[in-house]
């Protein structure tokens, strides 16, 4: 079955950096065509789309809080989607989330979560003093 696996979170001060990894397994060939988007979710909060990439245009960042600092990229050749993570505030404190929009070739990027269908299980990031 298809699977999305997150890594690369953790504990992190302030102003620091984390580079999250999200590999893709199983997928058909279409895969690179596919838009990915990492998604967030803080303590009480609802899940927010953070940036998607897709074929269909350049990689978009969702969140003004988060321009400027984190940057998605993708290297299709392992499958893997990446979400470079600088100076780090308390307030990107959250699960952080990969998921792909697998239902149409070339589909297209979302703000929200709904249109994606096949998600990772999640990496914690806390970013805490």
């Known amino acids: 079955q298809v699977q999305l696996v997150e890594s690369g979170g953790g504990l992190v001060h302030p102003g620091g950096s984390l580079r999250l990894s999200c590999a893709a397994s199983n997928f058909d060939d279409n895969f690179n065509s596919y838009a990915i988007g990492w998604f967030r979710q803080a303590p009480g909060k609802e899940r927010e789309g953070v940036a998607c990439?897709?074929?269909?245009?350049?990689?978009?960042v969702y969140l003004d809080s988060v321009k400027g600092r984190f940057t998605i990229s993708r290297d299709n050749g392992k499958k893997a989607i990446y979400l470079q993570m600088n100076n780090l505030k308390p307030e990107d404190t959250g699960v952080y989330y990969c998921?792909?929009?697998?239902?149409?070739?070339?589909?297209?990027?979302?703000?929200?979560?709904?249109?994606?269908?096949?998600w990772g299980q999640g990496t914690q990031v806390t970013v805490s003093s």
């Open positions: 990439l897709s074929m269909r245009g350049s990689p978009t």
């Open positions: 998921a792909a929009r697998t239902t149409y070739a070339y589909s297209a990027c979302a703000a929200n979560s709904s249109p994606y269908n096949v």
